[in-house]
């Protein structure tokens, strides 16, 4: 990619984005605000995929911000957020598009002589994020401007895609490759903008496994929660980015042996292969006993740690 082709969306990644080794707080709509800390790993792997041009697959344990990267970097980087959390029925047609048949049936019926397939075709996510401020139907400058902020470019979530059935990520990474949408109603082809660069992240909780030929076409990022110390010092270092001087928020020393006790507790849970505690059970608890004064902590962490460490189901002995 030569010097004068790069957009203002490339300079960045390439130069700016290093001072991702700070923490950054979203302010995207909808979302938590909660701030999200970028190691070394995580910066090399978003950078990897926009240049080489492919979807960042986020994949591994919940609760190590692999759905907060997303809303987090396009606060930082200043793109247009894009957002489409997956479940068991969601097909390619509920990314791209809808056509409203109701609505249309219903002004057929009425005073309404224009009922044209045109103007009941809403768009999905993915038209947002690839063809953003393109319609279908002719209207007043008025009607159709962008009402927007000036973004830099534009980021896809697609959030928990291991929930759908197979077909769908790989008819997703036809369109994304393509970076094309074809309305079939009314037989136009949307194509990305030239001045809309296009950052995608796709997670997954590993639930099912994704296909080969979805992966081939990935970059893909692998976080998880470490054993031992190691494990202890990444607890230490979320809770850090959730609460600052968290030494002085909380009685002395609950917060280490909380995180060493839930990486234990994770070890014995792994060995059993039953659920495993992790980030959000920490952060849970640090909630509650951010309620109290610090001397009440460590008493209230007795009552309430088996609430949220001990999910598994106990079953009687027979």
Not at 170 to 183: D, G, R, Y
Not at 214 to 236: K, T, W
Not at 289 to 311: A, T, W
Request: charged share 25%.
């Amino acid at each position: 990619m030569g010097v004068q082709s790069m957009s203002k969306l490339d300079r960045k990644i390439l130069a700016q984005i290093k001072s991702f080794g700070q923490p950054i707080r979203d302010d995207i709509k909808g979302w938590s605000g909660v701030t999200h800390f970028f190691d070394t790993k995580q910066v090399a792997a978003i950078q990897a995929a926009y240049f080489a041009n492919r979807p960042l697959l986020v994949r591994g344990d919940p609760g190590l911000g692999k759905s907060q990267m997303a809303p987090a970097i396009a606060s930082w980087l200043n793109l247009h957020f894009n957002y489409a959390s997956i479940h068991a029925n969601t097909e390619i047609e509920d990314l791209l598009y809808k056509v409203d048949h109701i609505k249309r049936f219903s002004h057929g019926h009425g005073n309404h002589d224009d009922i044209n397939i045109r103007h009941f075709i809403e768009p999905g996510v993915v038209w947002q994020a690839i063809a953003p401020d393109t319609h279908l139907q002719e209207c007043d400058s008025k009607e159709c401007a962008d009402t927007t902020e000036e973004r830099d470019g534009s980021m896809l979530l697609i959030d928990e895609i291991d929930k759908a059935d197979a077909s769908l990520p790989n008819a997703l990474l036809e369109v994304l490759n393509n970076k094309t949408i074809s309305v079939t109603p009314v037989g136009q082809t949307l194509e990305q903008k030239s001045d809309n660069p296009l950052l995608v992240v796709i997670t997954s909780n590993d639930e099912k496994a994704l296909p080969d030929a979805f992966l081939r076409r990935c970059a893909i990022l692998d976080l998880s929660l470490e054993q031992g110390e190691e494990g202890v010092n990444q607890l230490l270092n979320i809770v850090g980015v959730h609460y600052v001087d968290y030494e002085k928020k909380f009685a002395q020393g609950i917060v280490q042996r909380l995180a060493e006790q839930l990486i234990k507790l994770r070890g014995l849970c792994g060995e059993k292969n039953e659920y495993l505690p992790g980030t959000s059970e920490l952060l849970d608890i640090l909630r509650v006993l951010d309620r109290y004064n610090h001397h009440e902590q460590p008493e209230q962490l007795k009552i309430i740690e088996s609430f949220f460490l001990q999910k598994q189901r106990q079953r009687p002995h027979v």
